[in-house]
């Protein structure tokens, strides 16, 4: 069973990235999958879920109307679209998962992936 995080990397403010997270061993069909964030010297920080059934999405303030989480069955991949990307955007990127629907608390997540840096800045 492994998570996988890609697609960080070095960005301007104001732009794009796009992070995916691959699933082997297991079917993402049946969990929610989240998206988390930590930045040196702070807390991790949720930054979206998107369910397992109808697709429901979360997202937090800080990055609601900029990222848009969506899931490739055919593909056992999630995404997290990062649009209008901020210089307090910057952190190292996580995805996990949980049975079913989003969690409200990070810690009920099952499995988490290694992380990918993001990093905004001109």
């Known amino acids: 069973v492994q998570l996988q995080a890609s697609g960080g990397g070095l960005v301007q403010p104001g732009g794009s990235l796009r992070l995916s997270c691959a699933a082997s061993g297991f079917t993402l069909d049946y969990y929610a999958v989240g998206w988390f964030r930590q930045a040196p010297g702070k807390e991790r920080e949720g930054v979206s879920c998107?369910?397992?059934?109808?697709?429901?999405?979360y997202y937090a303030d800080s990055v609601k109307g900029r990222f848009t989480s969506s899931r490739d069955n055919a593909k056992n991949t999630v995404y997290l679209q990062m649009n209008s990307l901020k210089p307090e955007d910057t952190a190292v990127y996580y995805c996990?998962?949980?049975?079913?629907?989003?969690?409200?608390?990070?810690?009920?997540?099952?499995?988490w992936g290694q992380g990918t840096q993001v990093t905004v800045s001109s």
């Open positions: 996990a998962t949980a049975v079913g629907v989003c969690p409200s608390d990070g810690d009920e997540y099952d499995y």
């Open positions: 998107i369910g397992s059934s109808d697709g429901s999405t």
